[in-house]
Structure formats: structure tokens, C-alpha cells
């Protein structure tokens, strides 16, 4: 390329290293011939060099491209999703309370085919609401059913096969904790005797979480021996069985567990919350349950 | 300035290209600058992060096998 020439004669006359030394030296001397392989020999030197040094500029740009998108990502996943999750949860949460308003159940109107053991929710359809007092009176989320990307985009998410809200048996619920809404980031501030409320169209259900809530401890004293909060393996399918951590026995009481990433911005674990239903199912017309009237 | 060099020159050669060919003056590569910027986190956010996020596994959530 000529320009590349041109530019190795430029810069054979700056003083820019060790060539421009050869450079002089061959001027002094004052016979061109002296001068002509030197220049040739120095602007051969010059290219290769240059061309590192391309190299190495062309790596630390994309470097500094990559680092700027990386960083883009961070705010993306850690502010851009929560906003967009803002606006599908409002949608959820009208969608579900205008069917409520016009009679419909989402939880019962299922077109199910005739002989389905079990009425199937169209996956994304809002469902209930879930409240957690612990984590503030006005948390709310509607969740909807189904646990896939699309699902869990806009809210917590009912696992598919596990129990409806105040059945016997257990409801799972998977929910993000950091992004897209973040609605379990602070999962971790529950405490044995917490409550967990569902609210259906019908309904309050108030659970509260396993263990003992005057020491604290998530594993004392709870039916079946089950903790009110454990740490698991992504694979470990037992603790969304029907009585949780006990596969294939038959369930005798109505079960919360709620799933979510460990920690807190990885996915290597789960952080796994179980409940038990207490007390009888209450009436939406009787008002708001005593676990919502005040702060725990 | 040699056209020549712009490949060669500086840590950030495509940047500084971009600049140079950007219209109206300073004014004008500043507000060209921040509407290619505001473009390319538009098709970050909107296209390429949505694509890519599922297929991380920073965001899993469920318990599977």
C-alpha cells in the first residue's frame, strides 16, 4: 500500500526509536548508497513493527469495545429488566383482577380435555397473587403458571404439575431473585413462622414457613421433618414433591415452596423456602388476614 | 492529518474513524456520537441481551433435572 510507505518515510524521520538512530547515522555518513539499504533495512524493520503494534491497538480496542458491553449487560440485567418486568407485571395484575371482576377463575376455567385428570392454565396467565408481609405489607406479585423463560419474565411462576393454591399437597413457585422484577431476591430474610400469603379470586390462604420462630431454627420441630429453608442442587427434583423431600408418599397436608437462584447472583444452587397452610381457607369477603394487617 | 494513518493511529483507530466522518462540526459528531451510541444500546437492550440472556446460567431459577 502506498500509504503505508509514505507513512514508514514519515516516520523514518521522527525520532521514534531505535531505527530513527540508524537513520542519522547512515545521513551522516552522506553516500546514498550507504543510505539506501539502511532505509530499506529500517523500513522493513519499521513494517513488522508497525504491524504489531497494529495488532496489539486492534486488541486493546476490541478489549475496550468488549469491557463496554459487558458493562452494558451488568445494566441491563441488573435495572433495564426490572423496568420491563414493571410494566408485564402491571399488565399481569389487571388482566387477573379484571377476570376476578367479571367472574372468571383462571385457577378453575382451565379448557381442559375431557378426560384430563387435570385442568390445564394456559402457561403466562396470571393466577394468583402472592404476598410476603416479611419483605413489606404492599409486596405483591401476580404469579402466573408455568416456569419457562417467557413465564418467569413476568412474574413468579407456578410449577406446572404441583398443587393449586389450598390444595393438599404442594405449591411450587419459582421466582427470580436478581432481575427481571426481582421479585425473591430478599427470600433470604424470611424466618420460621413468616407468613406467605396466597390470594385467589375466592380466597386467602395464609402459610407460614417451617421451623421454629422463637429460636429461629428452620428445622425444628417441622412435620415430616422438613426445613423451612434449605439450600439445594438445581437437580434436586424432591423438594417440589408432593410432601416436600419425601418423594412418591402420599401428601397429607397443603404445602408452599417457593425456589429461587443461590446466591444471590448465581445459579449454581437453589435457595428453597417450604410453608405449611395454616388455618382454613378465608373468604375474600371477610377481609384482609391478620398476617396482613401488621408488619411481622 | 494523513488519511494513512487513521488505521495505525491511537488505541481506539475504528473510534477515531468514526469521528473524523461524523458531519457538522463539533456539534455535530457530539450529537452524531451520542445517536450511534443511543442506536447500538437500543439494539443491545432490545435485541441482542434478550437473545443471549436465556442462554446464560446466571438466571436459573427452577429445579429440574
Known amino acids: 500500500m502506498s500509504s503505508d510507505e509514505t507513512d514508514d518515510a514519515d516516520r523514518a524521520g521522527q525520532h521514534s526509536g531505535p531505527e530513527s538512530t540508524t537513520e542519522a547515522d547512515s545521513r551522516s555518513a552522506g553516500a546514498t548508497a550507504v543510505i539506501a539499504p539502511d532505509i530499506a533495512h529500517s523500513r522493513t524493520e519499521q513494517t513488522v513493527g508497525d504491524r504489531l503494534r497494529t495488532g496489539i491497538r486492534g486488541v486493546g480496542q476490541t ?3 468488549a469491557g463496554v458491553v459487558i458493562l452494558l449487560f451488568v445494566v441491563y440485567e441488573l435495572w433495564f429488566t426490572d423496568y420491563v418486568n414493571a410494566g408485564q407485571q402491571k399488565d399481569a395484575t389487571n388482566k387477573l383482577e379484571h377476570a376476578w371482576k367479571s367472574g372468571d377463575d383462571p385457577l378453575v376455567g382451565g379448557p381442559g380435555k375431557p378426560g384430563d385428570k387435570v385442568r390445564s392454565i394456559p402457561l403466562g396467565t396470571g393466577i394468583a397473587i402472592i404476598r410476603i408481609p416479611r419483605l413489606g405489607l404492599d ?34 413457585i419459582a421466582g427470580h431473585r436478581v432481575g427481571k422484577g426481582s421479585p425473591f431476591l430478599d427470600l433470604d430474610k424470611l424466618r420460621p413462622g413468616d407468613a ?14 417451617l421451623g421454629d420462630r422463637a429460636s429461629g431454627s428452620f428445622t425444628a420441630g417441622t412435620p415430616e421433618g422438613i426445613p423451612g429453608r434449605e439450600i439445594v442442587d438445581p437437580s434436586d427434583v424432591k423438594v417440589i414433591a408432593a410432601v416436600p423431600d419425601h418423594p412418591g408418599q402420599s401428601p397429607t397436608r397443603a404445602m408452599i415452596t417457593l425456589t429461587t437462584c443461590h446466591p444471590k447472583f448465581s445459579a449454581q444452587q437453589r435457595m428453597v423456602i417450604h410453608g405449611v397452610l395454616v388455618g382454613k381457607p378465608r373468604p375474600r ?9 401488621s408488619q411481622p | 492529518m494523513r488519511a494513512g494513518r487513521s488505521v495505525r493511529e491511537g488505541e481506539l483507530a475504528v473510534y477515531t474513524w468514526i469521528w473524523r466522518k461524523l458531519p457538522g462540526g ?6 452524531g456520537c451520542a445517536i450511534l451510541f443511543l ?16 442462554r446464560l446460567p446466571f438466571n436459573q431459577v427452577t429445579i429440574n433435572q
Not at chain 1, 406467605?196 to 414457613?209: D, G, L, N
Not at chain 1, 369477603?285 to 398476617?291: T, V
Open chain 1, 139 to 172: 409486596y405483591a406479585r401476580t404469579v402466573v403458571e408455568g416456569t419457562n423463560t417467557a413465564d418467569l419474565d413476568i412474574g413468579p411462576g407456578h410449577y406446572t404439575n404441583s398443587a393449586l393454591p389450598g390444595q393438599v399437597g404442594n405449591l411450587a
Open chain 2, 39 to 54: 442506536a447500538v444500546v437500543a439494539l443491545l437492550f432490545y435485541v441482542v441481551f434478550p437473545w443471549v440472556d436465556p
Open chain 1, 285 to 293: 369477603s371477610a377481609g384482609l388476614p391478620s398476617a396482613l394487617r
Open chain 1, 63 to 65: 478489549c475496550i469495545t
Open chain 2, 26 to 31: 463539533i456539534p455535530g459528531k457530539v450529537l
Open chain 1, 196 to 209: 406467605i400469603v396466597i390470594e385467589t379470586k375466592t380466597s386467602w390462604f395464609t402459610y407460614r414457613v
